[in-house]
C-alpha cells in the first residue's frame, strides 16, 4: 500500500513539474534576460532555454537596429520664426540588461531625449542658417545625442533631418529673395557675354586695321557661303574678273571679256 501511494505522489509531481516546465528560444538576434523569484540571474545568448515558469521569467530583447521618427516639432527659432522640424534616428540595443534596468521604456526614453535635442538645436539658430546648415544639423545632433543613449543601453548608429517647414507667407519671401538672386546671376551672365562679344571685335577691328586684306578675305569668305550668290571682285589691271557661287570652282573669263576699270 506504501508503495502504490509513492508511486503515485511521483507520478503527481512529474505531471505538476511537466506542467510547470516551459521551452523558450533566444534567436540569433536576440538576447534573453532571466530573472528567478524577480531577481536578474543571468543574460542568455542564442540558443533554447527550459525552466520552470513558477519561478522563473525569461525575457527577450531585440538587438537588431531599430528605426524611430520624432514627429513635427513646432519650434520657434533664435529670430522668433516658427519652425516645423521632423528627424528620424537609428538605434540597436548593446545593453539589454542596461536598458531593461534603468529606463521602465527605453524606447520612450530615447524619444524625448531626441525630442528635447531638436527642440535646443532649432532655437539657437536663426532661420537662413538652419536652411544653409540642414545637412549638417543631422551629424551634429548625433553627437550630441549619443552619450544621451548610453544610460539606456543603447548605441544611436544615425541621425537625420526629414522635413525642415517654413510658414507660407515665410515660403513667399524666400522664393522671392531665390528669384531675384537667379536673376541678378542670369544678368551678370549677360553682361559677361555682351563684353566678351565687344571684346572679340575690338580685336577683330585692330587685326582688319593691322591687315586690310583681311577684311576682304572676310567678304569673300562670306558671299561664298550664301547659295545663289555671284560676287565680282575689282581686280588690278590686267587680271581677270572672277565669278564666285557656293560649290563651284574659281575659273578665270576670256581675255575678250575683260575690262581696263574693274567693276566691284
Same mark, same amino acid.
Request: hydrophobic share 45%; with cysteine.
Given at each position: ?15 505538476? @513539474? +511537466? ?12 538576447? *534573453? ?18 525552466? =520552470? ?14 528605426? #524611430?521618427?520624432?514627429?513635427?516639432? %513646432?519650434?520657434?527659432?533664435?529670430? *522668433? #520664426? ?21 529606463? %521602465? ?25 538652419? +536652411?544653409?546648415?540642414?545637412?549638417? @544639423? ?8 549619443? &552619450?544621451?543613449?548610453? &544610460?539606456? *543601453?543603447?548605441? @544611436? ?8 517647414? =517654413?510658414?507660407? %507667407? ?22 559677361? *557675354? %555682351? ?12 587685326? #582688319?586695321?593691322?591687315? &586690310?586684306? @583681311?577684311?576682304? +578675305? ?12 555671284? =560676287? ?9 574678273? +572672277? ?22
Amino acid at each position: 500500500m506504501i508503495y502504490i501511494v509513492l508511486v503515485l505522489a511521483a507520478v503527481v509531481l512529474v505531471v505538476w @513539474l +511537466l506542467a510547470q516546465l516551459s521551452t523558450t528560444t533566444v534567436f540569433e538576434y536576440e538576447r *534573453g534576460l532571466r530573472f528567478v523569484r524577480g531577481r536578474l540571474r543571468a543574460e542568455l545568448g542564442p540558443g533554447l532555454y527550459r525552466y =520552470l515558469r513558477a519561478y522563473t521569467t525569461i525575457r527577450k530583447i531585440d538587438v537588431r537596429p531599430v528605426q #524611430v521618427a520624432v514627429n513635427g516639432q %513646432e519650434v520657434l527659432s533664435r529670430d *522668433g #520664426v516658427a519652425v516645423k522640424v521632423s528627424l528620424s534616428a537609428t538605434y540597436r540595443v548593446v545593453d539589454a540588461r542596461t536598458a531593461v534596468l534603468n529606463s %521602465e521604456n527605453y524606447v520612450a526614453g530615447l524619444y524625448t531625449q531626441l525630442q528635447q535635442a531638436l527642440r535646443a538645436a532649432v532655437s539657437a539658430a536663426d532661420v537662413e542658417t538652419l +536652411l544653409a546648415n540642414r545637412a549638417d @544639423l543631422g551629424p551634429r545632433m548625433l553627437e550630441e545625442c549619443k &552619450p544621451l543613449a548610453e &544610460p539606456l *543601453g543603447l548605441q @544611436l548608429e544615425s541621425l537625420a533631418i526629414r522635413d525642415l517647414t =517654413l510658414p507660407g %507667407e515665410l515660403k513667399k519671401i524666400f522664393a522671392q529673395v531665390v528669384k531675384a538672386r537667379q536673376e541678378g546671376l542670369a544678368a551678370l551672365e549677360r553682361a559677361r *557675354g %555682351e563684353t566678351a562679344a565687344l571684346r572679340n571685335l575690338a580685336n577683330a577691328a585692330q587685326m #582688319v586695321q593691322r591687315n &586690310p586684306q @583681311l577684311f576682304q +578675305l572676310r567678304l569673300l569668305q562670306v558671299a561664298g557661303q550664301q547659295a545663289g550668290t555671284t =560676287l565680282v571682285v575689282g581686280m588690278p589691271q590686267g587680271t581677270s574678273t +572672277l565669278p564666285l557661287r557656293q560649290g563651284s570652282d574659281l575659273e578665270t573669263l576670256p581675255p575678250e571679256t575683260q575690262t581696263d576699270n574693274p567693276t566691284s
